[in-house]
């Protein structure tokens, strides 16, 4: 890590430009600074083509006038605001990188010993953070690796509307019939049925124990026997749902399962495009080739990511991931190591969920985990140290382009011996 801040310094030489810019929706706030010191007014330019092309106008005027040759772009991470300044500068003879927030915001009262936060101001606090070279470098995806970023967020914000929907059905199911999630659950496609077209008690019963039982047998293809048919049956006898605007109800629920299909239907379509644009990556089959990672964790990483192949470290990329491990110790207190989180939520979600496939049982990370468990490390804590594990080994199959082979070691040992 101390190496890798040394080469960040080392990149802002004499000949080096720094560029600060504070992000807004509207008007961005761009700032110079020259090795020498010699610097500008902090200056407002627009979020739009002639803002762009002016504020680059006068980055090149000042430029040539100071006799420079380089130029490092830093800004915060703001989220959507920044793409369309960032992808205007990608095809310049620029490097982007982005600083963290936390770090301006510290610095910050170092000028002029005060807390005040302005517009003008802003930019020479991130020119001081850059100076210091706490940043990262931004990779702008391109190609099938955008489309890859795009629908794996549109996936995610699916999901999260779908969740929503799903616990506001409940809510309702049971106001009117509060047996039947106890019974059969609501997320499967059997439940889903049921509640669209049975969620009233009393139609339940009107439909007759026997076309209950066939339906159920039917839609869950015989994983569900009579004994689920005749429960919810008895049930809907019995049932102690309201009755009060349980019409209104039942038109509501009705809404809200059409909702969720609609969203089924759009989330599988997003996985359709990016097992397609997943093909299109050279590297990809590097990426599947662990068993337990999928087309949909593949193709999320890579978007997440942007490109694998421009990080020259493992350590950047659990920094982008915010995976990257620190602790608080001082005198006698020995504090814990925890990760940053000051990266990429969606990426460590992805590795997550990558760990805890790989180390199911006979999983290629398997031996591992238990190896973590043995030392009497927490399952969260281990899982972690796998999702860790794993950035490690795709960053090497990536660079070495080859695939991932289970237990290695063992056959490597195997050769020597032979």
């Known amino acids: 890590m101390k190496h890798s801040k040394t080469k960040k310094i080392a990149l802002i030489n004499k000949k080096t430009l720094i560029v600060a810019l504070d992000i807004g929706k509207k008007v961005h706030y761009g700032y110079f600074r020259a090795p020498s010191g010699k610097d500008c007014h902090a200056f407002a330019f627009h979020n739009n083509r002639n803002g762009f092309d002016k504020f680059w106008q ?54 002029g010993n005060s807390p005040n936060k302005t517009d003008k101001k802003d930019p020479r606090v991130i020119a001081d953070v850059i100076s210091l070279g706490h940043f990262l470098t931004v990779i702008v995806p391109e190609g099938a690796a955008a489309h890859l970023r795009r629908l794996t967020q549109a996936r995610e914000r699916a999901i999260e509307r779908r969740t929503a929907i799903s616990n506001q059905l409940q809510h309702l199911v049971f106001l009117i019939f509060p047996e039947l999630v106890h019974i059969i659950k609501p997320s499967t496609k059997t439940g889903m049925y049921l509640i669209k077209h049975y969620s009233d008690p009393n139609k339940l019963l009107f439909a007759g124990i026997d076309k209950l039982n066939a339906i159920i047998k039917k839609v869950s293809r015989g994983r569900l026997g009579t004994d689920r048919g005749e429960q919810l049956y008895a049930a809907a006898k019995k049932s102690v749902g309201i009755t009060e605007g349980k019409e209104s109800i039942v038109f509501e629920i009705t809404h809200l399962v059409c909702k969720i299909e609609s969203e089924n239907r759009y989330v599988e379509d997003l996985e359709k495009q990016m097992a397609d644009y997943l093909k299109k990556i050279p590297y990809s089959h590097s990426i599947l080739s662990i068993t337990g990672i999928g087309n949909i964790t593949a193709a999320g990483l890579i978007g997440e990511v942007g490109d694998f192949r421009k990080f020259k470290s493992i350590s950047e990329v659990l920094k982008l991931a915010g995976l990257d491990l620190y602790e608080i110790s001082s005198g006698a207190h020995q504090g814990y190591r925890r990760i940053s989180k000051r990266g990429r939520a969606l990426m460590r979600k992805l590795l997550y969920f990558a760990a805890i496939n790989t180390t199911r049982k006979n999983g290629v990370l398997h031996g591992a985990y238990q190896q973590h468990l043995a030392k009497g490390m927490p399952r969260i804590k281990a899982l972690i140290a796998i999702a860790r594990k794993l950035i490690g080994i795709i960053f090497a199959l990536v660079r070495d382009h080859s695939n991932y082979i289970a237990d290695y070691s063992s056959q490597l040992e195997l050769k020597k011996a032979a």
Do not use: W
């Open 58 to 111: 006068r980055l090149c005027n000042f430029k040539q006038k100071q006799m420079l040759e380089q130029i490092i772009i830093g800004f915060e991470s703001t989220g959507p605001y920044a793409e369309p300044i960032c992808h205007y500068l990608r095809d310049k003879a620029v490097k982007l990188v982005q600083v963290n927030p936390m770090h301006t915001k510290r610095i910050k009262e170092l000028t």
